[in-house]
């Protein structure tokens, strides 16, 4: 237990290695230990200087008979205190202090033990002295428990021996005052001992505080070193980049005067907007750098606030569906103030108020209030509010409510950040109030500054106006319309973004080889890509709603969409963007701002391959086809479904049907004869059976098994195996017409068994057979065997799932070869609806 009294370390010399934080620190508390005991032993000298002599007074008024003894011994004890004075203040300073704490002591006592000899030895009072004398060491110099010891050892084993040499020592009284020196000594040991521990943990305590300080100072100096840094490269690449963008936006706003085509228009507008929106969030960064570094400072001057407030309102559009409304700003209201700055705290919250409401609905009301020192502009929407728990937070940089992938509203979340700044900077506060759902309250209230209405100037014209573009207008473009594709049958692709302009970007590089729909958000998209299965989807990453990754997904789990190649356009670069992107199932990925060309190549590369992909799995679809169902087939290419080959156990209804007189003719026609009658008796039999759902499981030579309800489930088994049958007796029967003008007679027969099998594949790695392995495929067999020409026999299975819809004729027990009973039998006549496959 660390708080338990630690023997060892309170008995112990030095510092303890646990409590040894570092060497030095044990060198310095060293140090600081001599030093502490230097100083007290001056005071301990000027208490012996002044007690000894005036103990005097003690020896004249008690034991005036002894007074020269006594005398004589005082003196010594002064001297013996002045020389050791003196060697302590001006001897070698290699002497430890802690030795003349002992030289003290044992001074001292020695001296007071020869008074006890002279007063009557052990029954002599003045043993009180040595308690004196110990305490007074042990509390003026309460370090060093060793010394004390030392010093107690001498001078008690001192008074001992000398008084037990006297003549008649009392013994008695030398036991009762040793029980008072030594419990002393042993009290007055200990309460040095703990003291210094105590001083010692006070020490480190210090040193650790102090080091922990100065480091906390280093790397605070460090950050604001780095900070400064940042700051001072903010504002050096924002200024690299605000130079090209101003070079830019100068050159679209000097086409945009020349006479353009409406395409080429619209793509100078865009260039405006985007340059100008892309120069004010750089203004608003560079402006947070200058507040950081303490740079800011106000150009103020006198104006009229009223005025100002009026003109960055014409900025926004008031239609009579979305006002603002004004009170208040009629009249000149005199402001100091710097008008520049001010503008921007405006723009910011006139552009927030109108992003953050509807664009059918909103209203916005700007109220000004003037009063004597100061002035109240409140700016309010009936907009989307802001949470309650945001509020405090709103006003921090880069805080927006909706962050996030699927945020949906653009923005950078520095704007309040900065009005926030400019008004304090004024001396002024601002306030948020706001109803989640209703709207919200901003309250301006700044000084007005040392004016008087007549210094009002109106409101100074500033230059560079155009980068206080709000970002409302930045969205006021719509989608252009589609031009027509150069194909109509050109390949179909999605293209969704947020961003009109973006949007619109995307379609003009792509519509010269594709059909283009758009899609704003991921949710429009997937309803989209759903109604109108595009060939390809371009889709941003970052959008309102559901955002790129989200659509991914959601085309991934869409069954019918799932193929569609995905191509991520992210305005974030770098392998780890590329990585996350192809990570999450994106089959291709471009970084803002891309290449016209890539983008090309690109989406030409994922389509052709898509289209190769498809005519690949067409191709084999039609090759398994031939064999298979075609929902079999497509259940096979799917690749989802493998479980149907893997064992398992289901009923069935087996049809087996094969050519009466067959063997007859293989042995008198010619092979190229039995060839084509076998070839037009399979494609007749091969149709019927995918027209009513059956899984072809071989033909072997006039020979055809057919089964039901596996691999697809098919509930009433038994009667289409049933209506099969009558359709095939049916097809046999033109069949035998062709036959008998070519001289052929043949006919066949029919058998349907309903039961359990095991199914799935069966064969080896090389060849694999769809195959049901159980009695009722032997039954199926073996009644088509029993059957004549034309009859369809069905076991008692069937007769009793299809007796409700089929006309039969039942003929009685059979013995039928491998089956160990008797089976009951009947023969169909006929469906009620016969001629349909009743799906
Ligand atoms: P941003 O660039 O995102 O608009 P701001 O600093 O101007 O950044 O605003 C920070 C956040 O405060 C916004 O993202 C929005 O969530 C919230 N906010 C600001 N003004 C309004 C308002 N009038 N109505 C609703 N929310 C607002």
Redesign the pocket.
């Known amino acids: 237990m660390k708080n338990a009294l630690d023997w060892k370390s309170l008995f112990s010399s030095g510092i303890p290695p646990e409590d040894t934080p570092r060497h030095e620190a044990a060198e310095a508390y060293d140090e600081w230990r001599r030093n502490f005991i230097r100083e007290r032993l001056y005071v301990l000298f000027y208490l012996g200087f002044i007690a000894n002599p005036a103990f005097i007074a003690l020896d004249y008024l008690q034991h005036r008979e002894y007074l020269n003894p006594l005398f004589i011994v005082r003196v010594a004890l002064q001297l013996g205190l002045l020389c050791g004075f003196l060697l302590f203040k001006f001897g070698p300073k290699s002497i430890p202090p802690n030795w003349f704490v002992i030289l003290w002591v044992v001074v001292a006592n020695l001296c007071i033990t020869q008074m006890t000899v002279i007063l009557g030895g052990f029954s002599s009072q003045y043993y009180n002295g040595l308690n004196l004398v110990y305490l007074t060491g042990a509390v003026i110099v309460p370090v060093s428990w060793p010394s004390h010891l030392a010093a107690q050892l001498v001078t008690l084993s001192s008074y001992y021996v000398s008084n037990s040499l006297g003549p008649q020592p009392d013994f008695n009284a030398a036991i009762e005052n040793s029980f008072f020196l030594i419990w002393t000594c042993v009290a007055l040991l200990f309460s040095v001992g703990l003291y210094e521990r105590l001083q010692r943990a006070e020490f480190f305590a210090r040193v650790s505080e102090r080091h922990a300080r100065q480091e906390l100072e280093i790397s605070n100096q460090k950050l604001l070193e780095l900070d400064r840094l940042k700051s001072d490269f903010f504002a050096n690449i924002s200024h690299e980049i605000r130079t090209p963008l101003t070079l830019t936006l100068g050159a679209f706003q000097a086409l945009a005067k020349s006479k353009l085509s409406e395409d080429a228009g619209e793509l100078v507008k865009g260039g405006i907007r985007n340059s100008s929106r892309l120069l004010f969030l750089i203004n608003e960064l560079l402006d947070l750098a200058k507040f950081d570094s303490g740079r800011a400072s106000l150009r103020k001057r006198c104006l009229d606030f009223a005025a100002l407030v009026r003109g960055v309102v014409t900025n926004f559009d008031s239609s009579p569906i979305r006002r603002i409304h004004l009170k208040g700003l009629a009249e000149p209201v005199a402001l100091e103030g710097d008008s520049r700055q001010l503008k921007k705290v405006l723009y ?1 919250l006139l552009s ?2 109108f ?2 409401s509807d664009a059918q609905t909103g209203q916005v009301w700007i109220r000004l209030a003037s009063k004597d020192h100061s002035i109240e502009l409140e700016v309010e ?1 009936n ?4 949470p309650r728990q945001q509020l405090a937070r ?1 006003f921090d940089r880069f ?4 962050g996030g992938a699927t945020r949906r ?1 653009e ?7 900065l009005v926030k700044e400019i008004v304090a900077l004024h001396g002024g506060t601002i306030a948020v109030e ?1 109803d989640l759902g209703r709207g ?1 309250i901003f309250t301006i209230t700044l000084p007005r500054g040392n004016v008087t209405e007549d210094h009002v100037l109106g409101v100074p014209d500033e230059e560079d106006d155009q980068t206080f573009l709000p970002a409302q207008a930045a969205e006021r473009q719509v989608d252009s319309p589609s031009s027509p594709a150069l194909r109509l049958n050109a390949p179909l692709v999605l293209v969704v973004d947020d961003n009109a302009d973006m949007r619109s970007y995307v379609e003009r590089i792509l519509r010269r080889e594709y059909r283009i729909i758009l899609a704003k958000d991921g949710a429009e998209a997937l309803e989209q890509a759903q109604r109108l299965r595009p060939e390809l989807i371009v889709t941003d990453v970052m959008m309102p709603k559901m955002s790129g990754h989200d659509l991914l997904q959601a085309v991934r789990r869409d069954k019918a969409l799932r193929s569609v190649p995905i191509v991520f356009l992210t305005a974030r670069a770098g392998t780890e963007a590329r990585v996350e992107s192809l990570d999450a199932g994106a089959d291709d990925y471009l970084s803002k701002p891309f290449d016209e060309l890539e983008l090309l190549a690109r989406v030409g590369n994922l389509i052709r391959t898509r289209a190769q992909e498809r005519e690949l799995v067409q191709l084999q679809k039609e090759k398994i086809s031939r064999f298979l169902p075609p929902n079999l087939a497509d259940l096979i290419m799917s690749g989802e479904h493998d479980d149907f080959l893997r064992g398992h156990r289901q009923e069935i209804s087996v049809l087996f049907i094969d050519l009466r007189g067959f063997t007859a003719f293989v042995e008198l026609a010619a092979p190229e004869e039995v060839m084509t009658v076998l070839r037009d008796y399979q494609a007749v039999m091969g149709r019927l059976v995918s027209e009513y759902g059956g899984t072809l499981e071989r033909f072997v030579g006039d020979a055809v098994m057919v089964y039901f309800n596996d691999p697809l489930p098919c509930p009433n088994h038994a009667e289409q195996a049933v209506k099969l049958a009558v359709a095939m007796r049916q097809a046999v029967e033109s069949l035998r017409h062709e036959w008998k003008a070519q001289g052929i007679h043949l006919g066949a027969g029919i058998g349907i068994a309903t039961g359990y099998a095991t199914i799935g594949a069966i064969g080896f790695e090389g060849r694999k057979d769809y195959a049901a392995i159980g009695p009722v495929t032997n039954l199926a067999a073996r009644l088509c065997s029993e059957a004549q020409h034309g009859q369809i026999l069905i076991s008692d299975r069937v007769i009793s799932l299809v007796k409700e819809l089929v006309t039969f004729e039942l003929i009685g027990e059979m013995n039928l070869k491998g089956v160990q009973k008797p089976v009951s039998v009947a023969q169909v006549i006929g469906t009620a609806v016969s001629s349909s496959n009743g799906n």
Do not use: H, M, P, R
Not at 383 to 386: D, L, R, Y
Not at 399 to 402: D, K, P, S
Not at 411 to 417: C, D, K, R
């Open positions: 910011n927030n108020a992003k953050f929407d907009g989307i509010g802001i709103i805080t927006q409510v909706e509203y923005g950078s979340g520095i704007g309040l950040a706001s919200s």
